[in-house]
């Protein structure tokens, strides 16, 4: 949270490949994450890897951790679950959302969708009448950010490799 995800920031900004010390090669993140929210980023130099998991054609799940203030109703975890026309008129495809807390001062769902347009999470919460507290991605396909700090990174294992490049048909 608080950087931006691109390589360079006219305004001066911190950019997340400020968090890259100690890699030679020159990559560019996968994806967009906005500068307050935080999670999993994948990083590459495959120009057509990184297409192959941001096309919406190849439906790569993201699944983030939103925490959203309450109440949250039935009705609205539905909508989301359906599709909801963002503020822009674009409809979004149907999203997989668990409700994982329940509590007086907060919720937290787990909504994974495959399209990755602009904010997307954030603008179908507010979509529906929720405001978001917190908001992380998780996972992007098969890899999990697991226990990785903010700012730490590693190297994808040969096996999460092969299973994105699976799930992209590659």
Same mark, same amino acid.
């Given at each position: 949270?608080?950087?931006?995800?691109?390589?360079?920031?006219?305004?001066?900004?911190?950019?997340?490949?400020?968090?890259?010390?100690?890699?030679?090669?020159?990559?560019?993140?996968?994806?967009?994450?906005?500068?307050? &929210?935080?999670?999993?980023?994948?990083?590459?130099?495959?120009?057509?890897?990184?297409?192959?998991?941001?096309?919406?054609?190849? *439906?790569?799940?993201?699944?983030?951790?939103?925490?959203?203030?309450?109440?949250? &109703?039935?009705?609205?975890?539905?909508?989301?679950?359906?599709?909801?026309?963002?503020?822009?008129?674009?409809?979004?495809?149907?999203?997989?959302?668990?409700?994982?807390?329940?509590?007086?001062?907060?919720?937290?769902?787990?909504?994974?969708?495959?399209?990755?347009?602009?904010?997307?999470?954030?603008?179908?919460?507010?979509?529906?009448?929720?405001?978001?507290?917190?908001?992380?991605?998780?996972?992007?396909?098969?890899?999990?950010?697991?226990?990785?700090?903010?700012? *730490?990174?590693?190297?994808?294992?040969?096996?999460?490799?092969?299973?994105?490049? &699976?799930?992209?048909?590659?």
């Amino acid at each position: 949270r608080g950087y931006v995800t691109t390589l360079a920031d006219e305004q001066g900004r911190r950019c997340v490949t400020d968090l890259l010390e100690g890699i030679d090669t020159r990559v560019y993140p996968v994806g967009r994450l906005d500068r307050n &929210s935080e999670g999993l980023l994948l990083f590459t130099n495959d120009g057509a890897f990184a297409n192959g998991i941001m096309h919406p054609s190849r *439906e790569v799940t993201k699944t983030y951790r939103v925490t959203v203030r309450p109440p949250v &109703s039935e009705e609205q975890l539905t909508q989301m679950s359906a599709g909801v026309t963002l503020d822009d008129g674009f409809k979004t495809a149907p999203a997989n959302i668990i409700t994982q807390v329940k509590e007086p001062n907060r919720v937290v769902l787990m909504v994974t969708i495959h399209e990755g347009k602009k904010r997307e999470v954030r603008r179908m919460c507010d979509a529906v009448g929720l405001e978001v507290a917190r908001l992380r991605r998780v996972s992007i396909g098969p890899v999990k950010l697991g226990m990785l700090k903010p700012g *730490e990174w590693r190297d994808l294992t040969t096996e999460e490799l092969r299973a994105l490049r &699976s799930a992209i048909g590659k």
